[in-house]
């Protein structure tokens, strides 16, 4: 067999297919929580549509979802858990400045 012909060869190697992650009787909506924390990453940022593995449709209706959680209050628009820490121990106190003549 010439080299030139076995670039098109096939591999023979069997691969498992991933299981959708949103199930066919799974609702998106904004009082699902435990469906949308899925697809929010640890920053409180929506994840991609490639990362997520979902439709354009379902894509849409997710950050639908998470909008309308964030505005609702049952979700927080940032995750900024380390930046609160920090903030903590560096109390900063704010004084009159005095003119001195």
């Known amino acids: 067999m010439d080299k030139s012909k076995r670039f098109f060869l096939k591999s023979k190697r069997s691969f498992r297919r991933r299981l959708p992650p949103i199930q066919s009787g799974d609702r998106i ?3 699902n929580m435990s469906l949308i924390s899925r697809f929010i990453s ?3 940022k929506i994840l991609s549509r490639r990362v997520n593995r979902l439709t354009l449709k379902q894509q849409r209706l997710i950050t639908i979802a998470i909008k309308q959680a964030r505005i609702l209050s049952l979700l927080p628009f940032l995750n900024n858990e380390k930046q609160f820490e920090r903030g903590e121990s560096t109390v900063r106190t704010i004084g ?6």
Not at 96 to 101: D, F, G, V
């Open 42 to 44: 640890e920053q409180g």
């Open 29 to 31: 909506d904004y009082r």
């Open 96 to 101: 009159l400045r005095t003119r001195n003549k």
